[in-house]
């Protein structure tokens, strides 16, 4: 089994603004992995967490990183209180933004041939691919979002590590 080490959730919203379809790989972007996300208008929360938790200009770095980037949509099925919640509680909050982060580029091609991958905060995703493609149990619904400094694919629940 390959694995590979986990980046910065941060990078995820910067990329967003240059999404493509799940499957097609998007021409690469001027702007980093945070500036894009922002810029794609449907990460407000996991920019916001990003703030918080002191993770941005990690994510501005010089990379590369390859973000799994919960949506707004993601942070909402969370249950009332989740997110003001960690939003106070920072060192909770890191564990769970770097848990969506691996160090380097990992584009879609790669990622199906994976079982795992180590994140930043050390614990490992479990990677499917039975049914499209799965990160422990959220769904990978756009893929190879490309910024200057990694990519970002857009999955559709907030990944929480054990």
């Known amino acids: ?20 379809a799940p499957g097609e790989v998007a021409h690469r972007s001027k702007a980093d992995i945070v500036d894009t996300a922002v810029s794609a208008g449907s990460f407000k ?9 002191g993770l941005v200009d990690t994510l501005k ?3 590369p990183f390859t973000v799994f980037a919960p949506t707004d949509e993601a942070f909402a099925k969370l249950p009332a209180g989740t997110v003001e919640a960690l939003l106070k509680d920072i ?4 564990a769970i933004l ?15 041939q994976l079982a795992k991958a ?4 050390g614990q490992d ?3 499917g691919t039975s049914e ?7 769904k990978v619904i756009k893929a190879d979002i490309q910024a200057k400094n990694g990519v970002i694919h857009v999955i559709d629940t907030v990944l929480l590590p054990m």
Do not use: C, R, W
């Open 1 to 20: 089994m390959k694995t590979f080490s986990l980046a910065l959730i941060l990078s995820v919203p910067a990329v967003l603004l240059h999404a493509s």
């Open 45 to 53: 929360t996991l920019a916001a967490a990003l703030q918080a938790a």
């Open 61 to 63: 770095g010089a990379g």
């Open 91 to 94: 060192p909770k909050l890191k």
């Open 98 to 112: 770097t848990y969506h982060v691996v160090a380097g580029k990992v584009e879609a091609k790669d990622v199906v």
């Open 118 to 121: 180590a994140t930043i905060n």
């Open 125 to 127: 995703l479990v990677i």
């Open 132 to 138: 499209g493609v799965t990160i422990n149990n959220a």
